[in-house]
């Protein structure tokens, strides 16, 4: 797993180990990005679910102005750090602690744009959804980027999805 485009591009990252972790595979992640690239520009991000961090920090070597990591494992959490050290972009990173979607209630800021690339048996997107709504995290003008492994439906409470594409087994749905 390495980091695709801008100031980190090529630097190569730690994956999560073991049968319950699902890493973005670098086409997704390029093809994300490719699609995110309008809205990167000093984009304030929100990676939820974070893993080692990958989405964040390629938002972040992209032009996004910061970027906050979620993440319950404190194994993950360790290794999103020590990815962020990798590739230099630690003063713009903060790593937040906490079960989802419960924790989002301790983020008091609104992002541009937010990321979830959930747990393959994670099976609580309308809960996580109206949680961003109901905490207001996501920005006027920002969306919401899920990866999942099966269909979503078009409406999501209180988002509404404009775009989806299907990479193999992998899914990739932008609501606004």
């Given at each position: 797993?390495?980091?695709?485009?801008?100031?980190?591009?090529?630097r190569?990252?730690e994956?999560?180990e073991?049968?319950?972790?699902?890493?973005?595979?670098?086409?997704?992640k390029?093809?994300?990005?490719?699609?995110?690239a309008?809205?990167l520009?000093?984009?304030?991000?929100?990676?939820?679910?974070?893993g080692?961090?990958?989405?964040?920090i390629?938002a972040?070597?992209r032009?996004?102005?910061s970027?906050?990591f979620?993440?319950?494992s404190?194994?993950?959490?360790?290794?999103?750090?020590?990815?962020?050290?990798?590739?230099?972009?630690?003063?713009?990173?903060?790593?937040?602690?906490?079960?989802?979607?419960?924790?989002?209630?301790?983020?008091?800021?609104?992002?541009?744009?937010i990321?979830?690339?959930?747990?393959?048996?994670?099976?609580?997107y309308?809960?996580?959804?109206?949680?961003?709504?109901?905490?207001?995290?996501?920005?006027?003008?920002?969306v919401l980027?899920?990866?999942?492994?099966?269909?979503?439906?078009?409406?999501?409470?209180?988002f509404?999805?404009?775009?989806?594409?299907?990479?193999?087994?992998?899914?990739v749905?932008l609501?606004v």
């Open positions: 797993m390495r980091v695709i485009a801008g100031i980190a591009k090529g190569r990252l994956s999560p073991g049968d319950d972790v699902r890493p973005t595979r670098d086409a997704v390029e093809s994300i990005f490719n699609i995110l309008p809205r520009a000093s984009a304030r991000v929100l990676e939820l679910f974070a080692s961090g990958a989405l964040g390629e972040l070597s032009g996004a102005q970027c906050v979620v993440e319950h404190p194994r993950a959490i360790a290794l999103v750090r020590r990815n962020l050290e990798r590739t230099g972009l630690q003063g713009q990173a903060r790593v937040v602690p906490g079960r989802l979607p419960e924790s989002l209630s301790v983020l008091s800021e609104e992002f541009d744009i990321i979830a690339d959930p747990p393959y048996e994670f099976d609580s309308k809960e996580l959804a109206g949680k961003i709504g109901e905490t207001g995290l996501l920005a006027a003008g920002g980027v899920i990866e999942h492994g099966r269909p979503l439906p078009d409406t999501l409470e209180p509404t999805r404009i775009m989806a594409r299907q990479y193999g087994e992998t899914y749905s609501f």
